[in-house]
């Protein structure tokens, strides 16, 4: 089990940007390094969808609707885990989850959420 700890929902126009963080600050360095981490994120009345991952290499993956807008990157020795979120839209707009699976036992954690909101 996993604590994770997220910050960075807002409230912002279309076009706007932010940036999302999620750190496991209980976690030692080798257990983190263990973890791939994600953000997903679930609209009102819509299914929760994977918008990005990252593996401990820093090997990236990217839900098609945010491509070239989202990037998702990790510091190891901070723990922690970021979600940039650039040229945002209404559609963007959702609780954000931070998502961590261990790649040993496949146990996954969720952080609480942050809220998204992108309207002008």
């Known amino acids: 089990q996993v604590s994770l700890v997220e910050s960075g929902g807002d409230l912002v126009t279309p076009g706007g940007s932010l940036r999302l963080s999620c750190a496991a600050p209980?976690?030692?360095?080798?257990?983190?390094?263990?973890?791939?981490m994600a953000w997903y994120r679930q609209a009102p009345g819509e299914q929760r969808e994977l918008v990005a991952s990252?593996?401990?290499?820093?090997?990236?993956n990217y839900a098609d609707s945010v491509k070239g807008r989202f990037t998702i990157s990790r510091n190891n020795s901070r723990k922690t885990v970021w979600l940039q979120m650039n040229s945002l839209k209404p559609e963007d707009t959702a609780v954000y989850y931070c998502?961590?699976?261990?790649?040993?036992?496949?146990?996954?954690?969720w952080g609480q959420g942050t809220q998204v909101t992108v309207s002008s």
């Open positions: 998502n961590a699976r261990n790649t040993l036992s496949a146990e996954t954690s």
């Open positions: 209980r976690l030692i360095f080798s257990t983190y390094t263990m973890l791939e």
């Open positions: 990252i593996t401990s290499d820093g090997i990236t």
